[in-house]
């Protein structure tokens, strides 16, 4: 996983060729902002891209006889 720095950091969900998208929707075209592959604790982060992340996680982590359809 990767995060970018804008004000706070924020979880990268891909990069193309418009620029950096975010987990909550930012695009970042900038080229001078930070990226990092581990989040700095001790700069503020994105909330709504921690609680995305862990969601997804959640989701990937339930067995299959629990999914629902």
């Known amino acids: ?13 891909k990069v193309d060729a ?22 700095p604790l001790e700069d503020p982060s994105c909330e709504s891209c921690a609680r995305l992340t862990l969601h997804d996680a959640d989701a990937t982590s339930v067995p299959n006889d629990e999914v629902t359809s």
């Open 1 to 13: 996983m990767s995060y970018i720095r804008v004000r706070s950091w924020h979880v990268v969900a």
């Open 18 to 39: 418009v620029g950096w998208r975010t987990r909550c929707g930012l695009t970042i075209t900038t080229e001078d902002a930070p990226v990092s592959d581990r989040l």
